[in-house]
């Protein structure tokens, strides 16, 4: 596609359920990130995908939160059992994922805006 | 440990007058600087980036000036419009074989008719 795309754009869920946020990275990237952006926050990692090797998950903040990369395109970002805390606007980059300054350029998607009640 | 800072967390300019937006870094391993520019409802967009080689990168309305001494950057818009109005994200990377942007908190920039 075009641009990456993010989907739902917003989800409203009750404490405690499980949901599954989609990234769909732009064609030909090889590098994919999740990040949260929580209200009046900065971006916060989450997790970088990057070819075919292990995934970066450093920044995940608990073991609710798990994602998948299938294919080395797609990716579902999983929060299991959510709490109030965890409402946040979670986006998706993708990136050429080659070294060196503009091939680092991300490109970001709308955002999915998760609202837990 | 915030490794890039942006200490103003809002800023206010009248229409047609320059926005200076700063970014401060503590670690002297990052070799590229990015700005990004947030409009709500919307992902970032890469607006302008400075290589460490470099002091000044310039496109159109926007210039980035890089301090490596002070560890310090800043981007300039001039002059500045209506349309500027968004949150302004810096980012840095330590690039070789690691792609990751380490971000700052962003600013919020209103320009003022």
């Known amino acids: 596609g075009a641009g990456v795309s993010q989907s739902p754009s917003n989800k409203v869920t009750e404490k405690g359920k499980d949901v599954e946020l989609r990234c769909d990275p732009i064609?030909?990237?090889?590098?994919l990130y999740w990040y949260r952006q929580s209200l009046g926050q900065g971006l916060e990692f989450l997790i970088y995908?990057?070819?075919?090797?292990?995934?970066?998950k450093s920044g995940l903040p608990s073991d609710r939160f798990s994602a998948e990369r299938t294919g080395g395109s797609v990716s579902t970002l999983t929060i299991q059992r959510t709490q109030q805390e965890d409402s946040a606007v979670y986006l998706c980059a993708s990136s050429l994922g080659l070294a060196g300054g503009l091939k680092n350029i991300q490109y970001f998607g709308a955002g999915t805006r998760l609202s837990v009640l | 440990d915030q490794q890039v800072k942006q200490n103003s967390p809002s800023l206010s300019v009248q229409e047609g007058r320059i926005s200076i937006l700063n970014c401060d870094y503590t670690n002297s391993m990052f070799d590229y600087f990015l700005w990004y520019k947030k409009y709500p409802a919307e992902g970032p967009t890469f607006l302008i980036s400075i290589s460490s080689i470099k002091d000044k990168n310039e496109d159109g309305r926007f210039t980035v000036f890089l301090n490596k001494s002070a560890k310090h950057l800043s981007l300039h818009i001039v002059p500045s419009q209506p349309g500027d109005s968004a949150v302004y994200f810096c980012a840095a990377s330590r690039g070789g074989s690691n792609y990751q942007l380490i971000w700052g908190a962003g600013t919020k920039l209103i320009i003022k008719p």
């Open positions: 995908f990057q070819g075919n090797s292990a995934p970066d």
């Open positions: 064609s030909g990237h090889t590098a």
